[in-house]
């Protein structure tokens, strides 16, 4: 096995002398993210541009009857008001948008499906007025009953959120099992591996539970922004977005243009954790920029992004099948995503939190049923994590349940039963890094847990250990390209599509290019994306960006360097393999000594500047019956351990100790890689015992900072520790933003039973829950 190194918190890695990839560099903006002079779109303006506000459903499920718009538009300082009735006017735009099925409209104009979806939009010159306007708007509605919950979605009886089968997109998804009309049902996955059946029926013990996950908000710290300008037949975008050429391609279906008549930029934003990956809010913006020929800017408030986009509530029920020994031989799951209004990218998400709640094991029977269903709630999105964290609340509280049923420890349990290097995933592909069990020891000793996992104090408050370890995949297949512009000072230029929103992309993208061509990384610039000039590049998600961009931006940086050797090597009388780059000057290998600058190479060639373009491109896929293929390029490997005390009487809980692990591969930036891992861990404290997103017969009740609960100072552990995994000598990269969040929240699950006795299954572990779960002999 491939020997490792841990980088812990103090950043100690071994770089070689000069080198940019390891180095814990300061992120590019990180200043102007903190005194607030950072350009993102929320302060963009453009002269005679107008502002947006949208008149959202008050009811869950209706008819509209009526709209009276007539008092808006008679407003001093309305420019225009936007109805479904607009979208019957020759060459109007489509109605309906969405990023695997066409079944979200731009504006409501029949039916409502959730509370706050847009019914009416409303330009004016100041946003003052627009809201006023939109207060002066008058809807009769005949509400119809209201499809509220997975129990409400699966009644065969229940009213159907929508009246027609589900209508893919044009350029759709081939491993996508479209149901047509069954019910609530959006769209399915399954997973078909060996003879579950047999395996249960030779089965020493079965054990079997149902786990609850709740919708929860994304709370980036800067809303949904939107400036729209319609000119000419051309369409430009200002966009708060994590996938620029997502939303271009959905605004040129929905106005029928080009791809080279539609525009979409992204300034550095403030966050996203999916919440920002696909249109959104940029279809009604450019339809409001179409109607009045004016720019158009929209900026939600933080209630409208309470009803923008949730992560999935999910409740699993989850078989296994296990022996004695504790080898688990057959796992059974039925999975239900409640994907909200409208299919968003649930159809790709059941995909992979169905296949992961088989969870980093060897498992040789595996049936895996994964459900996304329409219900009459905000509409469901990707989510940091995207379906693993749901999946791995529901495995390893399994394994826990497991190992207490056969009176086994649950590190020994999981250790008979983890991946490794050769072994067979559930979809069949054949996984070739697998470093769960060191990654599931790393948590044991962090807490010392062959110490004892529970002891009891003198007062009611009882102190135990948690651990969970997790699999994620990335996106795949995926496709990412880029550029690289060496200009005649020396000065690099990286054209990327990657979005910079917190997390330190650039500053990561500008170390492979210094690296790759051998400059100091002051000298390098990273751009900020552009449909019209920048590369094509799939989407900022999914944990790829180190890995996929940061291998195209060095291949494009390669072919800088080589192009660079071309021009030099006539001039230093060599060939170009025997040059290499050095301080800003090409050198010959074997005579140091005989170089140029790199200012002279241009000024000797007269070229004016030297482009070297990258690309990563991954295949793989499902077959849509089976599940079996490859589901991911690559595995993001992660554990997690805590220590806990649970007041018995309260029912509350407080965090002492949480530990968290990630497989890296090659740390590029040690600094930055850290604080992503410290994201996460924070995020997977909220989901685990505060965040739920409360609906009341399909209308939200806590739509606010002030009844929604998220993590703060004050509810962090007394101590925060994280390793990270790296395989010395290796070039293989894993993403980090992500990884460790699931863990997190099983391990807090696993503590707090352990320490009362007793499970709750459901999410957030509030101290109300605690007590009912210790009350339920």
Known sequence: ???????????????????????????????????????????????????????????????????????????????????????????????????????????????????????????????????????????????????????????????????????????????????????????????????????????????????????????????????????????????????????????????????????????????????????????????LAWKCRRPVKLVLTREEEFSTTTKHAARIHMRSAVMNDGTIIGRDVVVYFNGGAYADISPRLIKNGGYSTAGPYRIPNVRIDSYALYTNQVPAGAYRGYGVSQAAWAYESQMDQIAAALGMDPVELRHKNLLRAGDEFATGEVMTEATYGELLDMAADAVSWSDGIRETGSSDRVRAKGLAVILKSTITPSTTHAAVRLDADGSVQVLTSSIEMGQGAHTVLAQFAAQALEVDISHVNVTTPDTAYTPYDQTTSSSRTTRAMGGAVTKAAHEVRDKLFERAAPLLGVTGDKLRLHQGRVEVIDVPETSLSIEEVFQETRVGSILGEGEVITSGGLDPETGQGLASDHWHQGSAAVELEVDLGTGKVYLNHVYAAAHAGTVINPKLARLQMHGSVVFGIGHALYEELIFEDGMLTNPNLSDYAITTMGDMPHTLEIDLLEDEGASTIHGLGETVLPPVIAAIGNAVANATGHRVRRLPITPERVIEAMEAR
């Open 1 to 287: 096995m491939t020997d490792h190194a841990v980088i812990n918190e103090s950043g100690a890695i071994r770089v070689a002398p000069g080198s940019s990839i390891g180095t814990p560099t300061d992120m590019y903006e990180a200043r102007s993210r903190v005194d607030g002079s950072i350009n993102y779109a929320l302060n963009a303006e453009v002269p005679g541009m107008v502002h947006a506000a949208i008149l959202h459903s008050t009811v869950p499920h209706a008819e509209i009857i009526s709209i009276d718009v007539a008092a808006a538009e008679q407003l001093k300082g309305v420019v225009a008001v936007l109805t479904a009735a607009d979208f019957d006017a020759p060459g109007a735009p489509r109605r309906h948008f969405g990023p695997v099925i066409n079944d979200q409209p731009v504006i409501c104009g029949r039916k409502v499906r959730f509370t706050g979806d847009p019914v009416a939009a409303v330009v004016a010159e100041t946003v003052e007025i627009a809201r006023e306007a939109v207060a002066l708007i008058e809807v009769e509605y005949n509400e119809l009953p209201v499809v509220a919950s997975i129990d409400d979605a699966l009644d065969t009886d229940a009213v159907h959120v929508h009246d027609r089968p589900p209508r893919p997109r044009e350029r759709s998804y081939s491993d996508i099992k479209l149901l047509g009309r069954e019910g609530n049902v959006c769209t399915k996955f399954q997973v078909r591996k060996g003879d579950v059946d047999r395996a249960f029926a030779e089965a020493d013990v079965v054990v079997e539970d149902i786990y609850h996950s709740p919708a929860v908000e994304h709370v980036t710290m800067e809303p949904h922004v939107v400036l729209a300008t319609f000119d000419h037949g051309k369409l430009d975008v200002l966009t708060s977005s994590q996938a620029p050429f997502a939303v271009r391609d959905t605004l040129c279906e929905m106005f029928s243009l080009p791809a080279s008549k539609v525009r979409v930029t992204v300034p550095p934003i403030g966050g996203g954790y999916g919440g920002k990956t696909y249109a959104k809010f940029e279809p009604i913006t450019a339809a």
